[in-house]
């Protein structure tokens, strides 16, 4: 398939994913905004509500989105491919029904506002920076391979977190009390960008190798990323090489290469190509673990 043929197949794809990502925030929220679930029930009819668990919230949504994402799928004609353990890469692959060598990646990507700042979001992170987005014939922890897909794509949702989720413990009601209960999270914001163009050059946690992302909700909302001037070409380059690549600093010690202007002087480019706006300076604070 020609270059020109999949970057148009790449771009379809994207026009037609952020279609369903305008009319999902009616789907899963009421006319308070609030999230329309309000916890688990069991078979006597007691609901019992959600804490702030990142995990579990991300999971939940993603339950809840699912029927429409399968329905997507049909609509365009893909198969929809499930990965076959929890922490593979990615949560679904979107496979033309007639021709499977186009497929098309599809993380969904949640994170919370800051409180104390709304402008910023609680980073995310991007998928793995190692074994299988190196090699990318490799099926280790990936559905399928990596150069197999034509664009690797986040559904990303941004909320808030109301008192119930801040504040409240675990409670259980019963049913005939489920309108009233409040929700842990509300005010959803849809987005859908390429994994390149929302990333930062950090890793998104510290233990493992992860891709963070960047925190201006503005930015993630427009896809203006740290490799915004750069392209995907570039923030394939920094992700393979990082930490891989070492050099000596004036002072001759000898560091590795973790930030992408020093990767642009390394390899001889301009570093004003770093996108500037793209990742303000914050506090660290929790971030979602999810892939």
Known sequence: MKTAEKLALKDKFKRQLKALARTLPGCIAG???????????????????LTADTKVVSKVLEIHLFPRILEFAERHSYRLVLPEYQNHYPDFSFVAKRDDSIKFAVDIKTTYRLPNNP?????????????????????????????DYLGHFC???????????????????????????????????????????IASDKQGSGNTANIGSISRIRDLLKGNGIFKKLGEKW???YWMNYG???????????????????????????????NPCASPSRKKGPRNSKR
Do not use: M
Request: include cysteine.
């Open 31 to 49: 006319d308070d905004a609030q999230w329309t679930i309000k916890g688990f029930i069991d078979i006597y009819k007691n609901i019992y509500t």
């Open 235 to 237: 923030f394939d380059d």
């Open 119 to 147: 402008e910023l979001c609680n980073r995310f992170t991007l998928g793995s920076h190692g074994s299988y987005f190196i090699n990318r014939t490799g099926k280790k922890n990936i559905r399928f391979p990596y150069g």
């Open 244 to 274: 891989r690549i070492t050099i000596t600093t004036p002072d001759r010690k000898q560091k590795t290469i973790t930030r992408l202007a020093e990767f642009l002087r390394y390899k001889g480019k301009d570093e004003s190509l770093v």
């Open 155 to 197: 559904l990303g949702i941004i909320y808030t977190r109301t008192d119930a989720a801040t504040k409240d413990k675990p409670k259980v009601h019963p049913i005939r009390r489920l309108r009233s209960i409040t929700s842990v999270i509300k005010d959803f914001q849809f987005f859908v960008a390429e994994k390149w163009e």
